[in-house]
């Protein structure tokens, strides 16, 4: 498969069937290879606030030699994050970390906080609505 291969979404909307996965990449690290996936065909990248890295997916995305419409973006709410206005605030930091002006992809990461994960019988069902709706809103 190559990494030009896009599927096209309900909306119209073309996602990239590859993403560039960023995790355990440092800022420095990530914004290279950022740069260096674009040269060679990469056009979907994949990161999360979790992650610690969005400012290097960003400074590698605004240093590239290809538009950012060309160019799709998935991150991820902060699993810790479950109500509405801290997901209104995570999706306006993320954009102010990225340097950019929107998220082609924002997933909820997990259902669970990771802390909780498969401890806890709290599934977050309320919270995990809450995010959604923010998510739509943005």
Do not use: C
């Amino acid at each position: 498969m190559s990494v030009d291969n896009t599927l096209t979404l309900n909306n119209g909307i073309e996602i990239p069937k590859v993403q560039l996965g960023t995790w355990l990449m440092n800022n420095d690290e990530v914004k290279r290879a950022v740069q260096q996936a674009v040269k060679i065909g990469y056009r979907g990248f994949d990161t999360a606030k979790d992650y610690g890295n969005e400012l290097g997916v960003g400074k590698g995305i605004w240093n590239s030699d290809i538009e950012r419409s060309e160019l799709f973006l998935t991150t991820k709410i902060p699993t810790n994050v479950k109500d509405y206005k801290n997901t209104k605030l995570a999706i306006d930091e993320a954009l102010t970390t990225f340097g950019l002006d929107y998220i082609d992809l924002l997933l909820i990461h997990s259902p669970q906080p990771w802390i909780e994960v498969n401890r806890v019988s709290d599934r977050h069902f309320e919270g995990n609505l809450e995010n959604w709706q923010a998510m739509e809103e943005a």
